[in-house]
């Protein structure tokens, strides 16, 4: 089989290692890895914000650079939902409204990708920490994933999870929420770190490096006793 990936902007600029741990699991697994070199952005942050025109030429862009006979898989919940759930609102009756729906099927979040598609949960990864998962809005309302992830982290090897209170709440990092009511988005991620801490923890592990970075920015902030890891990263450990 034959993959195209999309590396989304937040993995490209800031943790690109999530990037190739993504590709390293894929091959081990046989998978063949296309990346072109021409992507860019899928367009959400300029959705989210309310500039439509500006965020369908970013998606135009988005289309055209994929084929659209082929997985695509993201180390990102937050852009998979965003080509699955949004840009209906986008191209629907338009010159690429036929491109856009079969890039809509094609779409997978990675650990999606791995269960239901590869049928795998176990890559033989051993990562000797306490975790506790972080349900991202765009993985668990967006895509409605929330097993497929727990499954590949209880065969990870010496990997112990455990589960925080209110697992299933926003940590405050979506949308424009941080730019233009920070005190609100900075509230949720105390709570959402404060309760992972309660759980003994030593990390947080999501889908969602924004949800990631958001977390550990308070935490460093405010010197608390926890680390972030992308799901990706542990997968690709201890082999």
Request: proline residues 3%.
């Amino acid at each position: 089989m034959i993959v195209d990936i999309f590396i989304p902007c937040i993995v490209d600029q800031f943790y690109p290692q999530t990037g190739f741990n993504m590709i390293k699991i894929l091959e081990k697994l046989n998978i063949a890895v296309h990346y072109n070199q021409e992507q860019t952005c899928c367009g959400k942050t300029a959705f989210d914000a309310g500039f439509w025109d500006e965020a369908k030429e970013i998606g135009d862009k988005f289309i055209l650079d994929f084929p659209n006979n082929r997985p695509i898989v993201s180390p990102t919940a937050a852009c998979v939902s965003m080509v699955r759930n949004n840009y209906g609102e986008l191209f629907y009756n338009s010159a690429l409204h036929n491109e856009y729906r079969q890039i809509q099927k094609n779409m997978y979040e990675f650990t999606e990708f791995l269960v239901k598609v590869l049928k795998v949960t176990d890559v033989g990864a051993e990562f000797n920490a306490k975790v506790t998962y972080h349900e991202s809005c765009s993985s668990l309302r967006g895509l409605g994933a929330n097993n497929e992830a727990r499954q590949l982290l209880k065969n990870v090897k010496g990997l112990e999870l455990v589960e925080m209170k209110d697992r299933e709440v926003c940590c405050g990092a979506g949308g424009m929420l941080p730019l233009k009511n920070e005190a609100i988005s900075s509230a949720m991620a105390e709570q959402k770190v404060l309760n992972a801490i309660d759980t003994g923890a030593e990390y947080i592990v999501s889908t969602d490096l924004s949800c990631l970075m958001h977390q550990e920015s308070y935490a460093k902030k405010n010197n608390l006793p926890i680390k972030i890891i992308h799901i990706i990263d542990v997968l690709a450990s201890g082999w």
